[in-house]
């Protein structure tokens, strides 16, 4: 059986089927009725609604008198710059864009779910695994482009030759279950959230789904905290100039 579709989803559907079509088509998909799914409508608005909020903030950066929305977004780069420092080393400004890109998005897909006719399309596993896979993609190349591709193949070997029997298989399985790893971590926990606080909404009244709507946003800060934290960690990995 279909979820039911959101608002936005129905728009897309009644109006842009065929450009959906078109899309799922390239990957080798047939033809839908309705080719939109509600976790792909969220997404592009989220995508949508964050290119409003930099159009919004862009012309209203000011040195001398900065607004209350510049101040958060500084905080923001500020804490993430800070992170990328700590976990990265001195090179960690480097990839402070996709750090801060990873961070912004999934705690906005997070969050949207608590506005009502909308859902957290990181409830569904294929939205954190696609960010996972664009993750597992951006820290590979930024390793290869670090160290060369023969180095930093060799960071699989361990730091002894005769080890690299044992350790490449280990490293290789490793390296793959971490994907799996952050898809399931994102995805589980905003399930779990989106699936309590839609319940508690439904049987109570007022001020107890309010607790829960807080736990929601403590929560979906926290998964974006650790999704980035470790995207943080795996590029360290494979920057390092140690091995």
């Known amino acids: 059986m279909h979820e039911p579709e959101l608002f936005v989803t129905q728009l897309l559907n009644n109006n842009l089927a065929g450009l959906g079509n078109s899309l799922i088509g390239l ?64 090179d960690g400004y480097r990839y402070v864009t ?11 897909c997070n969050l949207i779910g ?27 190349l930024a390793g290869i482009q670090a160290n060369g591709i023969l180095k930093y193949a060799a960071h699989f070997a361990g730091p002894i030759w005769w080890m690299a ?28 959230g989106e699936k309590v606080t839609e319940v508690f909404l439904k ?11 807080g736990l929601h946003v403590f929560v979906s800060f926290l998964q974006a905290y650790i999704f980035m934290l470790l995207t943080m960690m795996y590029v360290a990995g494979a920057v390092s100039h140690e091995h």
Request: glycine letters at 4%; charged letters at 10%.
């Open 203 to 213: 049987l109570t009244l007022l001020f107890v789904p309010t607790l829960f709507m």
């Open 98 to 108: 996709y750090f801060g890109t990873v961070f912004l998005f999934v705690l906005f």
């Open 27 to 90: 990957v080798g998909m047939a033809p839908q009725q309705r080719p939109w799914a509600n976790y792909i409508a969220m997404q592009l608005l989220v995508v949508l609604l964050t290119i409003v909020l930099f159009a919004i903030l862009k012309p209203r950066l000011s040195v001398d008198r900065p607004g209350k929305l510049q101040h958060i977004f500084e905080l923001v780069y500020e804490f993430v710059t800070g992170q990328a420092d700590e976990q990265v080393g001195h």
């Open 114 to 140: 608590l506005i009502p006719g909308f859902e957290s399309p990181t409830m569904i596993p294929s939205v954190p695994a696609g960010i996972a896979l664009a993750t597992f993609c951006y820290y590979n």
């Open 165 to 192: 029997p044992l350790m490449i298989p280990i490293e290789i399985v490793s390296h793959m279950a971490r994907p799996l790893s952050l898809t399931i971590r994102l995805f589980a926990n905003m399930f779990a």
